[in-house]
């Protein structure tokens, strides 16, 4: 808020009256520290991008190399045409040269030139079909057994990874604690009871056996003392000669 009379009295006195209003340049959202910086890559120079222009063609050139080392020879029944057609092409070209020299002297000249210039068309077609016709099949060739290697890389690593995943699952389900369920132990509690109840009447079944066999031995001691003792009454006693 601007002020118009220094000199007024509401200026000059201590108390002051009323608020002064913020600015709407206050209300204003405040940008971090360097958010408005922008780094911008250096230029390079001529001779930096000529140096880079010409490692990015020898890359290239190591590359296309490499490819006709591998796949010079497309198995295509349309690339053997092509190179019969370039064969027949060069082969017709020296017949027709040829056939020029030859004809010099026994023929009259146009004929020798008709035939040249024929040897001309044939050379000018065989590299036409080698430039054009045979590269364009041999690098449609190349793309597709290079796309084929990439896919069969790919699948490698796939199944890599899923060994790799399988052989991780089952160390980590072999280093995990085995939890027995609550039925497992259940059922074998209950055969451990009843292994051990078992085991008991066992041991009551010979305890009482072996009772009742000491019952026997001691109900038969006194019939055969009685019966020893009735013996003993029934002998008759010695009688002694010299008596």
């Known amino acids: 808020m601007s002020q118009r009379n220094p ?3 509401r200026y000059n006195s201590e108390n002051k009256h009323g608020v002064t209003r913020k600015s709407a340049a206050s209300a204003k959202p405040k940008s971090k520290a360097a958010a408005t910086v922008t780094v ?22 190591e590359r296309q190399r490499e490819l006709d080392r591998k796949y010079y020879k497309p198995d295509t029944a349309r690339y053997k045409k092509l190179r019969i057609t370039w064969m027949l092409s060069l082969g017709g070209a020296i017949v027709c040269v040829c056939a020029s ?15 040249l210039f024929l040897a001309y068309a044939l050379i000018i077609f065989a590299f036409y079909v080698d430039f054009s016709k045979i590269r364009k099949e041999r690098k449609a060739y190349q793309a597709r057994m290079v796309a084929l290697e990439e896919e069969d890389a790919r699948a490698a690593r796939k199944a890599g990874n899923k060994a790799a995943a399988a052989k991780k699952e089952a160390e980590e389900e072999k280093a995990k604690p085995v939890v ?28 009482s056996q072996a009772d009742e066999a000491n019952a026997e031995a001691d109900a038969s001691k006194p019939e055969a003392t009685g019966k020893a003792g009735e013996k003993a009454k029934t002998k008759p006693a010695k009688v002694d000669d010299n008596g």
């Open 40 to 61: 911008g890559t250096a230029k390079k120079t001529p001779a930096e991008r000529k140096a880079a222009q010409k490692a990015a063609r020898k890359k290239e050139q």
């Open 180 to 207: 027995q369920s609550r039925r497992g132990l259940g059922a074998r509690r209950k055969k451990a009871q009843q292994a051990e109840a078992a085991k008991l009447a066992e041991e009551a079944r010979k305890k």
């Open 101 to 115: 020299w030859a004809l010099r002297g026994v023929q009259p000249d146009w004929l020798a030139i008709v035939a």
């Open 7 to 9: 000199m007024n009295e």
